[in-house]
């Protein structure tokens, strides 16, 4: 059975910093592409990263110069380390898993998803 599991979301105070994790026990890890999207409520589930074998990680807007995606293909892990957190910031973060081949950037392009942990930004 395909999991993807996330942890580390919480309660941060607003200029704050968390550092999602997503274990993964697709094989091989390295072919699929990685994704981070989030929802927050009565809104759409909207990108925020992803990253590919031998590529750039991609970023939404109104993450990039705060998010940053990594990933290690030997722990099978992707990582979203998230600074200069804002109130916005706050939704459930899902970790989502593909093999379309390409960036990554839309929820079709996956065909797994985690659970989701929940961010909450206060002000």
């Known amino acids: 059975q395909v999991q993807l599991v996330e942890s580390g979301g919480g309660l941060v105070q607003a200029g704050g910093s968390l550092r999602l994790s997503c274990a993964s026990s697709?094989?091989?890890?390295?072919?699929?592409?990685m994704g981070w999207f989030r929802q927050a409520p009565e809104k759409e589930r909207e990108f925020v990263a992803s990253t590919r074998w031998g590529h750039d990680a991609y970023y939404a807007d109104s993450v990039k110069g705060r998010f940053t995606m990594d990933r290690d293909n030997v722990e099978n892990a992707v990582f979203l380390q998230m600074s200069s957190l804002k109130p916005d910031d706050t939704a459930v973060y899902y970790c989502?898993?593909?093999?379309?081949?390409?960036?990554?950037?839309?929820?079709?392009?996956?065909?797994?998803w985690g659970q989701g942990t929940q961010v909450t930004v206060s002000s």
């Open positions: 697709l094989r091989p890890f390295s072919s699929y592409t």
């Open positions: 989502a898993a593909g093999r379309s081949g390409g960036p990554g950037l839309r929820p079709n392009e996956y065909e797994f």
